[in-house]
T-cell receptor, first 115, second 114 residues
Framework: DAGVTQSPTHLIKTRGQQVTLRCSPK?????VSWYQQALGQGPQFIFQ???????QRGNFPDRFSGHQFPNYSSELNVNALLLGDSALYLC??????????????FGPGTRLTVL | GNSVTQMEGPVTLSEEAFLTINCTYT??????LFWYVQYPGEGLQLLLK?????DKGSNKGFEATYRKETTSFHLEKGSVQVSDSAVYFC?????????????FGAGTRLFVKA
């Protein structure tokens, strides 16, 4: 049973560029959430997708956008990159269909460096 | 607002020492509580969880008890190993039918010396 997978593992971009990160949820899971973890800090919630719609959003600017596909996989897009966007981006999946979906399982993350 | 407060690290212990990492939370209602662990260069792994008051979550020798009265969820292990060196995050689930998110503490780094 594959867990949550993310790609790429590492990415280096320059300021002003755009980036797309990808996530495949754990088998049987239908909900995907994205988090940003800056160095030395706890993860911060970006947004959550269920049934291909954004259900909830954290305090992140509109430069951060996402998408969920019919197979439940998801993308995180960040436009006009800033140096402060450098972080580990974590994807988490859970299953609302199985009840409260109260446990989120995390992927290994994508390390984004903005120069 | 919703938040988690963990004891500051780093915590440095010798192998076989007793571990306690304190965690308190501020939340609406009685959310599910979690401890996640992050090994160097890796993502987060769920270590244990508790979903209601007085529940005890346990895994790999670690345990934590959901204390509603003190809004706490302290992590303990009787005898740590070098392989337990990692960053530990206390967290809870916030939200409802409109969506939910996990609220994390800042993390506590643990170093275990041989």
């Amino acid at each position: 049973d594959a867990g949550v997978t993310q790609s790429p593992t590492h990415l280096i971009k320059t300021r002003g560029q755009q980036v797309t990160l990808r996530c495949s949820p754990k088998s049987g899971h239908d909900t995907v959430s994205w988090y940003q973890q800056a160095l030395g800090q706890g993860p911060q919630f970006i947004f959550q997708y269920y049934e291909e719609e954004e259900r909830q959003r954290g305090n992140f600017p509109d430069r951060f956008s996402g998408h969920q596909f019919p197979n439940y996989s998801s993308e995180l897009n960040v436009n006009a990159l800033l140096l402060g966007d450098s972080a580990l981006y974590l994807c988490a999946s859970s299953s609302l269909a199985e009840g409260r979906g109260d446990t989120q399982y995390f992927g290994p993350g994508t390390r984004l460096t903005v120069l | 607002g919703n938040s988690v407060t963990q004891m500051e690290g780093p915590v440095t212990l010798s192998e076989e020492a007793f571990l306690t990492i304190n965690c308190t939370y501020t939340a609406t209602g009685y959310p599910s509580l979690f401890w996640y662990v992050q090994y160097p260069g890796e993502g987060l792994q769920l270590l244990l969880k508790a979903t209601k008051a007085d529940d005890k979550g346990s895994n790999k020798g670690f345990e934590a008890t959901y204390r509603k009265e003190t809004t706490s969820f302290h992590l303990e292990k009787g005898s740590v190993q070098v392989s337990d060196s990692a960053v530990y995050f206390c967290a809870f689930l916030s939200g409802g039918t409109g969506g939910f998110k996990t609220i994390f503490g800042a993390g506590t780094r643990l170093f275990v010396k041989a």
